[in-house]
Nanobody
Framework: QLQASGGGLVHTGGSLRLSCAVSGRTFSSYLMGWFRQAPGKEREVVAT????????YYADSVKGRFTISRDNAKNTLYLQMNSLEPEDTAVYYC???????????WGQGTQVTVSS
């Protein structure tokens, strides 16, 4: 139901745009989010957006560099990542749920690697 794509290998300072295609159902009343998990670290929230209102939240570590958005017509969630740093290297997941503590639908991860 959630299909993430767009990961890859970039140099420090580069950009990537992740996409998360939603199929099978609508999440119009849900919170959508991007999470990431680096090797040896716990999964952390990167950014969230209310599918209905567009209200956003960003982790401090990505504020000013990442932008979360959604396209209702295409049923797709995006994460535009600029000024990438090696610390952003992780597997990125998209997810949906009624709130940040209850993300019940998860996409498969997409690897983002930032080389120094």
């Amino acid at each position: 139901q959630l299909q993430a794509s767009g990961g890859g290998l970039v140099h420090t300072g580069g950009s990537l745009r992740l996409s998360c295609a939603v199929s099978g159902r609508t999440f119009s009343s849900y919170l959508m989010g991007w999470f990431r998990q680096a090797p040896g670290k716990e999964r952390e929230v990167v950014a969230t957006i209310s599918w209905s209102t567009g209200s956003t939240y960003y982790a401090d570590s990505v504020k000013g560099r990442f932008t979360i958005s959604r396209d209702n017509a295409k049923n797709t969630l995006y994460l535009q990542m600029n000024s990438l740093e090696p610390e952003d290297t992780a597997v990125y997941y998209c997810a949906a749920g009624p709130n940040i503590g209850t993300m019940i639908n998860w996409g498969q991860g997409t690897q983002v690697t930032v080389s120094s």
